[in-house]
DNA sequence: TTGAAAGCGCTAACAG
DNA sequence: CTGTTAGCGCTTTCAA
C-alpha cells in the first residue's frame, strides 16, 4: 500500500479548471463567486475529499496558530480534567483547539512544554507553574500579542491574567466552621512542597481562621504529606499527640485520601474532617465528608474568557481572578469536639 | 503597547550576516558548518530570541504536524484524564505533542474535531467514538498513512486498532464473584444509551456470568441511567421489587456514585454490589466497595505505542488490544444474600 | 563550508 | 466575477 498525497487547492483548481484563488474565495466566502463556479468547486472539492491545510493558512494569514496551550502538571488529576474541560468550552466556539502537555510538576518539562507551544504559535498559552518554575521569558511573547494565563497558582517573574480559588478565604470559612462547632485544635494536613502556592494560601487562612478566634497557633498540629500513604501517617502522628487535634483541614483531594483512609482505618469516627476541594463519593461516607469546594470548570471557563479578551485586544493591565469556593456541610465538619475533661 | 513582530530565520541570518540556509544548518545541525560561523549563529540566536517556526517547519518538510490529535467525549472524565496521561507519557518521548477536544458523545461534534484535526495534519488520531458516529471518511486518511486508533470503544464503518478494557471478561468476574457468595438475584445497573459499546459489553459480561452458573436472567432486574440521580431511581426501584435483587453490579463509575448515594440513603448495608471500574475512595465506603477496576493509563500507554509503530512503518493488520481489568474485593462484594425463607 | 533559488499550500493585494 | 503575482518562514536542491 502506497501512501497517497493528500489533494491540495490547486488539486482542486485543476480539477474545476479555475484558479486556486477562485477555489479560496468559494471555501472562505471571501469575495464574489458565480453560483456555478461555486456549485463545481464544491463537487470536486467533496469528490477530491479536499481538506484546506491549516498550518498552510495559518502561515501566510501570519496569524498565530488556532490553539490554546495548555500545561498543567498532571492530566490524571480530575481537577485540571476539568479546568481543561472549561477553557475548551470557552474557546471552542472561536474556532480554538486545546493543546495540553503534563509538566508533572518539574519546571523543566514545564519549560521544555512551553517552548514547544511557543514553536507553534499558540495563540494563548495558559500554566498551571510547576513549582519553582520562571516566567519572566514569557514576557516579550506576551508583548507580541500572546495573551498568557496562569491558572490554580501564579507564575514568577511575569505579571499576567491570572485565575485562582480563594484558596484562603475558602479554607478560613473550613475552619471557622470547625472553630463554630467547638474545636479549638485543628490539625492542617498539607501537601508538599510547602512552598506550593496553594499549600501556602490555604494554610494562611487556616492561621487567620485561628487568629480570628483568638486560638493559638501550635505549629505541631500542621502536618506535610505528598501522597495518600504520607497524609494517611500524618494523621496518625497528629491524633496520637498527647493533646490531640479534634479536627483536621485536609489540604487537598489527595490529602484528602490518606486522611480518610486512616480514620476508617483507625475506626475514630469522633474526629471532625474539613477537606478542601470536592471529591465524588464525598456525600457517602460516614460521617459524611464536609467540604470546601472549588469550581475547577468555572476556572478554566474564566481562563478562557479572559484569553479571549486579551486576543480581542485588551490591553488593560493584568487581573487576578478569584473563583469562590464554597462549604458545602455534610456531616464531618458538624462532629462535636468530645466533652472536655478539666 | 505595539505588537513586535517574532524574529525570523532571516533576521538572525541578517544579524550575522550569513544566508538563511546557514542559520537552519546550525539549528538542525544538519550538514557542516564552521565552529566560529556556529557560535556566532547562537549568539545572534539567544539576543534575539529567535524560536523556529513549527508550522513552517513542518510545512516545508511536507511530513505531518507533530501532534496527536485526541478526541475523547468528556474531558472532565477522570477516566479519560488518565488515559491522555498515558498517551501523553508514551508519545512525548518522541516529539509529539496532545491536541485534545470534547465530543460531549456528540456524533456532530466528534466529526467537527476530526476535521479540525485532520485540517491541522496530525500525526495520528485517536478516537473515544461517541455514539452513532461514522469513522469510514478516516479510511483515506489511514491510507495515506496517518495511524487512526480507537479508545475505549471500537470505532465505525474503519477497522483499525482498536484498544479497549476487557469488557465483558471483567464483568462476568464481577457477578460470578457475587454468584460465589450465594447470590442468585443479582441486578444490572447500566448507563444509557444501551447501545453504547461499553454498556453492551459489560452488560454481556453480566448475561455470560449468570448463564455460566446456570441462573435465570431476569430483565427485570436490568435497570438503566444516564446520570447518578436516574441510578439513584433505578436502584430504588430495583430494591422495591417483590423479588429484588440481592445484589447489584454498577456498569461505570458514574452510576456508582448514583447506586452508592442511594444504598446510603436508603440505609441499605445489606446489598452486596461490585462496581465497574475504580473510585479514589471505594476503599473508605463502608461497606469497602468491591470494584472491577479499569486500567485508563496503561490503555493509554498501549495507544501511544500502537501508533508509534504505525508511525515507524508497521503496515500489519489492524489489532485490537485488550487492557486486563482486575477485580478488587474489597467487601461490598463479599456480603452474603440474606438467609432465604421459603 | 556556504549560498541562491525554488517551493511547501495557502491567501493578500492588485489587476483585469 | 476571476486570475496573476508575490510571499508567509522554512528547508530542499543544487551550485559555488
Not at 502536618?223 to 497528629?238: K, M, Q, Y
Given at each position: 500500500m502506497t501512501a497517497t498525497r493528500r489533494p491540495t487547492l490547486a488539486d482542486v483548481a485543476r480539477e474545476v479548471g479555475v484558479s486556486a484563488k477562485t477555489v479560496s474565495r468559494v471555501l472562505n466566502e471571501d469575495g464574489p463567486s458565480s453560483p456555478e463556479t461555486r456549485r463545481r468547486v464544491l463537487e470536486a472539492v467533496a469528490k477530491l475529499g479536499f481538506q484546506?491545510?491549516?498550518?498552510?493558512?495559518?502561515?501566510?494569514?501570519?496569524?498565530?496558530?488556532?490553539?490554546?496551550?495548555?500545561?498543567?502538571?498532571?492530566?490524571?488529576?480530575?481537577?485540571?480534567?476539568?479546568?481543561?474541560?472549561?477553557?475548551?468550552?470557552?474557546?471552542?466556539?472561536?474556532?480554538?483547539?486545546?493543546?495540553?502537555?503534563?509538566?508533572?510538576?518539574?519546571?523543566?518539562?514545564?519549560?521544555?512544554?512551553?517552548?514547544?507551544?511557543?514553536?507553534?504559535?499558540?495563540?494563548?498559552?495558559?500554566?498551571?507553574?510547576?513549582?519553582?518554575?520562571?516566567?519572566?521569558?514569557?514576557?516579550?511573547?506576551?508583548?507580541?500579542?500572546?495573551?498568557?494565563?496562569?491558572?490554580?497558582?501564579?507564575?514568577?517573574?511575569?505579571?499576567?491574567?491570572?485565575?485562582?480559588?480563594?484558596?484562603?478565604?475558602g479554607t478560613q470559612e473550613g475552619v471557622a466552621h470547625l472553630i463554630a462547632g467547638g474545636h479549638r485544635r485543628i490539625g492542617f494536613i498539607g501537601d508538599l512542597p510547602a512552598r506550593l502556592y496553594t499549600r501556602r494560601e490555604r494554610q494562611a487562612g487556616y492561621r487567620a481562621a485561628l487568629a480570628g478566634a483568638g486560638l493559638p497557633h501550635d505549629r505541631g498540629l500542621v502536618a506535610d504529606a505528598h501522597d495518600p500513604a504520607g497524609a494517611a501517617e500524618a494523621t496518625a502522628r497528629l491524633l496520637a499527640l498527647p493533646d490531640p487535634p479534634t479536627a483536621l483541614l485536609s489540604g487537598n483531594n489527595v490529602m484528602t485520601i490518606g486522611v480518610m483512609t486512616e480514620l476508617s482505618r483507625s475506626g475514630r469516627k469522633d474526629v471532625a474532617v474539613v477537606a478542601f476541594d470536592d471529591v465524588p463519593m464525598a456525600g457517602i461516607l460516614e460521617p459524611a465528608l464536609t467540604v470546601v469546594a472549588q469550581n475547577p470548570v468555572t476556572m478554566g471557563e474564566s481562563a478562557g474568557a479572559a484569553a479571549l479578551e486579551r486576543l480581542g485586544g485588551d490591553r488593560g493591565r493584568a487581573r487576578t481572578i478569584l473563583v469562590d469556593t464554597r462549604l458545602v456541610p455534610r456531616g464531618s465538619g458538624e462532629l462535636p469536639p468530645p466533652a472536655r475533661t478539666r
Amino acid at each position: 500500500m502506497t501512501a497517497t498525497r493528500r489533494p491540495t487547492l490547486a488539486d482542486v483548481a485543476r480539477e474545476v479548471g479555475v484558479s486556486a484563488k477562485t477555489v479560496s474565495r468559494v471555501l472562505n466566502e471571501d469575495g464574489p463567486s458565480s453560483p456555478e463556479t461555486r456549485r463545481r468547486v464544491l463537487e470536486a472539492v467533496a469528490k477530491l475529499g479536499f481538506q484546506p491545510n491549516l498550518m498552510a493558512r495559518s502561515m501566510r494569514v501570519g496569524g498565530p496558530d488556532t490553539t490554546v496551550g495548555l500545561v498543567v502538571p498532571d492530566l490524571g488529576n480530575p481537577f485540571f480534567g476539568a479546568v481543561a474541560g472549561g477553557i475548551e468550552d470557552a474557546v471552542h466556539g472561536h474556532g480554538l483547539t486545546l493543546l495540553m502537555g503534563s509538566s508533572d510538576d518539574d519546571p523543566e518539562r514545564e519549560h521544555a512544554l512551553i517552548r514547544t507551544f511557543l514553536a507553534r504559535r499558540v495563540s494563548v498559552l495558559m500554566v498551571a507553574p510547576a513549582v519553582g518554575a520562571d516566567h519572566a521569558h514569557l514576557k516579550s511573547h506576551r508583548a507580541a500579542g500572546m495573551p498568557v494565563v496562569f491558572l490554580d497558582r501564579p507564575g514568577n517573574g511575569l505579571t499576567t491574567d491570572t485565575v485562582v480559588s480563594s484558596n484562603r478565604a475558602g479554607t478560613q470559612e473550613g475552619v471557622a466552621h470547625l472553630i463554630a462547632g467547638g474545636h479549638r485544635r485543628i490539625g492542617f494536613i498539607g501537601d508538599l512542597p510547602a512552598r506550593l502556592y496553594t499549600r501556602r494560601e490555604r494554610q494562611a487562612g487556616y492561621r487567620a481562621a485561628l487568629a480570628g478566634a483568638g486560638l493559638p497557633h501550635d505549629r505541631g498540629l500542621v502536618a506535610d504529606a505528598h501522597d495518600p500513604a504520607g497524609a494517611a501517617e500524618a494523621t496518625a502522628r497528629l491524633l496520637a499527640l498527647p493533646d490531640p487535634p479534634t479536627a483536621l483541614l485536609s489540604g487537598n483531594n489527595v490529602m484528602t485520601i490518606g486522611v480518610m483512609t486512616e480514620l476508617s482505618r483507625s475506626g475514630r469516627k469522633d474526629v471532625a474532617v474539613v477537606a478542601f476541594d470536592d471529591v465524588p463519593m464525598a456525600g457517602i461516607l460516614e460521617p459524611a465528608l464536609t467540604v470546601v469546594a472549588q469550581n475547577p470548570v468555572t476556572m478554566g471557563e474564566s481562563a478562557g474568557a479572559a484569553a479571549l479578551e486579551r486576543l480581542g485586544g485588551d490591553r488593560g493591565r493584568a487581573r487576578t481572578i478569584l473563583v469562590d469556593t464554597r462549604l458545602v456541610p455534610r456531616g464531618s465538619g458538624e462532629l462535636p469536639p468530645p466533652a472536655r475533661t478539666r
